[in-house]
């Protein structure tokens, strides 16, 4: 396992493939995982995927560790009002977070300093410790609101990194798009990856 532990949330907006590709790359970097999904993540992951998750945060955790081969100390899957989850408090954070998808309302909540869920705490956690917390909002477009709401964050420390995939590697398929977001994330996070070449480069290289 590598040095890093993120935190990864995944709530209801639209893109859940961004955030278990996500999920899959930094398990398969070595990275410790701590793992939390809204209610509305959940709905959404069964209406946009062919995964169908067990409900229970146990259940969840057991069958992701085996689809995607990871070590059973690498993920801890966390049920949504779990408080005594570490991410909870400043003396159990991981070194970074990020929530991908990012829905407005989560955002919108993490801008309060809400704290309302699990996700929402671990959110104002990292902004309270200043750790490195990304958000990977997915709508459009933006209202006057979403877009204060982010100017605020940003302001903050926060790294904004909307879900719009680039175009100059010439993807072939939608795993080419999703990939191209999920490259930029582990970029911020500072975790090798060989998914998309970097600007100037050759692919390969």
Known sequence: MNKHTISLAV???SGAQYGLRLLE?????GARVYLMLSKPAQLVIGTETDERLPSRATEMQTFLVQRFGAGQEQLQVFAPEQWSAPVASGSGAAHA???CPCSMATLSAVAAGASRSLIERAADVMLKEQRKL???PRETPFSAIHLQNMLKLARLGVCILPANPGFYHRPT???DLVD???ARVLDHLGIE???VP???SEPGE
């Open 11 to 13: 709530t209801g907006a």
């Open 25 to 29: 790359m930094l398990l398969k970097s």
């Open 97 to 99: 977070m990020v929530i």
């Open 134 to 136: 990304v958000l990977v």
């Open 173 to 175: 398929q939608v795993t």
């Open 180 to 182: 191209f977001v999920v």
């Open 193 to 195: 990856h060989s998914l």
């Open 198 to 200: 970097a600007w100037g």
